[in-house]
C-alpha cells in the first residue's frame, strides 16, 4: 500500500494565512537530493522556520505549540512554481495529511494525490471562514468526508462541497498509487489479454 487510506479525517489545523506559498518555500532546492521521500517534513517551509543559525523562528506557525493537526489551511494559490513532487512529500513526511485553499497549482495538486494528500479546494469565502474558526479557537476542528466530498467546520456545523476525479478518490480511499491500482486488477488484466485475439 502506497499511503494510508484516507476517508474521513477529523483534525485541528494549522493556519498559513499566506497567499502564492510556491513549491520552493514549501521545500528549499538544496534539499532536494535525496530520492527516498523520508525525512523532508524536517525541512518543511525551512527558511521560514529557521533563523541562519537553525533556531526557530518564534513567530513562524509551525513553531508556535498552539497550533497542531492533519490540516494544513494556506492562502490562494498554494503550491506554484516548480514542479517537485518533493513539496508533497515534505508535507506528507511533516504529518499533515489534507491542503486546503481557495486555489492550487495544478502540478502540486496532482503530486498531492499521488502520495496520499488531499487538496481540497473551497471558496474564498468558506476560506475565510476557517481561518476565522481557526482564529478564535486554536482548537477548532474540522471534518474532511472523502467520501461525501465535504469539509465542515465542526464547532458550527458549516459545510462546503469540493471537487476531486474520481479515479484519484478511488485511490485515496483505497490508499492506493497508480501501481497499486493496476496490482488490484491484476485478474482483469489476465482476463482481457486471454480474451484477446491476436
Same mark, same amino acid.
Given at each position: 500500500?502506497?499511503?494510508?487510506?484516507?476517508?474521513?479525517?477529523?483534525?485541528? /489545523?494549522?493556519? #498559513?494565512?499566506?497567499?502564492?506559498? +510556491?513549491?520552493? *518555500?514549501?521545500?528549499?532546492?538544496?534539499?532536494?537530493? /535525496?530520492?527516498?521521500?523520508?525525512?523532508?517534513?524536517?525541512?518543511?517551509?525551512? +527558511?521560514?522556520?529557521?533563523?541562519?543559525?537553525?533556531?526557530?523562528?518564534?513567530?513562524?506557525?509551525?513553531?508556535?505549540?498552539?497550533?497542531?493537526?492533519? %490540516? #494544513? &489551511?494556506?492562502?490562494?494559490?498554494? =503550491?506554484? =512554481?516548480?514542479?517537485?513532487?518533493?513539496?508533497?512529500?515534505?508535507?506528507?513526511?511533516?504529518?499533515?495529511?489534507?491542503? &486546503?485553499?481557495?486555489?492550487?497549482?495544478?502540478?502540486?495538486?496532482?503530486?498531492?494525490?499521488? %502520495? =496520499?494528500?488531499? !487538496?481540497?479546494?473551497?471558496?474564498?469565502?468558506? #476560506?475565510?471562514? %476557517?481561518?476565522?474558526?481557526?482564529?478564535?479557537? !486554536?482548537? /477548532?476542528?474540522?471534518?474532511?468526508?472523502?467520501?461525501? *466530498?465535504?469539509?465542515?467546520? &465542526?464547532?458550527?456545523?458549516?459545510?462546503?462541497?469540493?471537487?476531486?476525479?474520481?479515479?484519484?478518490?478511488?485511490?485515496?480511499?483505497? =490508499?492506493?498509487?497508480?501501481?497499486?491500482?493496476? @496490482?488490484?486488477?491484476?485478474?482483469?488484466?489476465? @482476463?482481457?489479454? /486471454?480474451?484477446?485475439?491476436?
Amino acid at each position: 500500500m502506497a499511503y494510508d487510506k484516507f476517508t474521513l479525517l477529523r483534525s485541528t /489545523a494549522v493556519p #498559513l494565512p499566506i497567499e502564492n506559498v +510556491d513549491t520552493d *518555500q514549501i521545500i528549499p532546492a538544496r534539499f532536494l537530493k /535525496a530520492t527516498k521521500r523520508e525525512g523532508f517534513g524536517d525541512n518543511l517551509f525551512r +527558511d521560514w522556520r529557521y533563523n541562519g543559525d537553525n533556531t526557530p523562528k518564534a513567530d513562524f506557525v509551525l513553531n508556535n505549540p498552539i497550533y497542531k493537526g492533519k %490540516i #494544513l &489551511v494556506g492562502g490562494h494559490n498554494f =503550491g506554484s =512554481g516548480s514542479s517537485r513532487e518533493h513539496a508533497a512529500w515534505a508535507i506528507y513526511d511533516y504529518g499533515f495529511r489534507c491542503v &486546503v485553499s481557495s486555489f492550487f497549482a495544478d502540478i502540486f495538486k496532482g503530486n498531492s494525490l499521488n %502520495i =496520499g494528500i488531499l !487538496p481540497v479546494q473551497v471558496s474564498p469565502e468558506f #476560506l475565510d471562514q %476557517i481561518f476565522q474558526a481557526i482564529e478564535a479557537d !486554536p482548537d /477548532a476542528e474540522f471534518e474532511v468526508n472523502l467520501e461525501k *466530498q465535504k469539509i465542515t467546520i &465542526v464547532s458550527t456545523g458549516e459545510s462546503e462541497s469540493f471537487d476531486i476525479n474520481g479515479y484519484k478518490k478511488h485511490n485515496m480511499m483505497n =490508499g492506493f498509487d497508480d501501481i497499486d491500482y493496476l @496490482q488490484a486488477m491484476k485478474v482483469e488484466i489476465k @482476463q482481457f489479454e /486471454a480474451e484477446r485475439i491476436y
